[in-house]
């Protein structure tokens, strides 16, 4: 029997994924006392493990605060919603 045929299928596994750190809007406030919120604050509050990976912004939660978020990637309905509580929101590269 072929070789390709004795070895099982694995699949594909893409070697450009961008694997992100997820923080969702409502549990930025546990960051108290911060008016900029960046990936290492992040880490020092302990919402993701480290500060040198990517990091993307979802939308659950309230927000009551203004305030400076930057990361890697925002959802549309989380820039909304910071912009929408007089915050910022700046894209990293």
Same mark, same amino acid.
């Given at each position: 029997?072929?070789?390709? %045929?004795?070895?099982?299928?694995?699949?594909?596994? #893409?070697? #450009?994924?961008?694997?992100?750190?997820? !923080?969702?809007?409502? +549990?930025?406030?546990?960051?108290?006392?911060? %008016?900029?919120?960046?990936?290492? !604050?992040?880490? +020092?509050?302990?919402?993701? %493990?480290?500060?040198?990976?990517? !990091?993307?912004?979802? #939308?659950?939660?309230?927000?009551?605060?203004?305030?400076?978020?930057?990361?890697?990637?925002? #959802?549309?309905?989380?820039?909304?919603?910071?912009?929408?509580?007089?915050?910022?929101?700046?894209?990293?590269?």
């Amino acid at each position: 029997m072929p070789l390709q %045929r004795r070895l099982p299928k694995r699949g594909f596994t #893409s070697r #450009s994924r961008m694997i992100y750190q997820v !923080v969702n809007v409502g +549990d930025l406030s546990r960051c108290t006392g911060i %008016r900029t919120i960046t990936p290492q !604050v992040l880490a +020092d509050c302990g919402l993701i %493990r480290k500060a040198t990976l990517p !990091v993307k912004i979802l #939308s659950a939660g309230p927000l009551t605060q203004a305030i400076e978020v930057q990361a890697q990637a925002f #959802s549309l309905a989380a820039a909304e919603k910071i912009r929408q509580a007089g915050g910022k929101v700046i894209v990293q590269p």
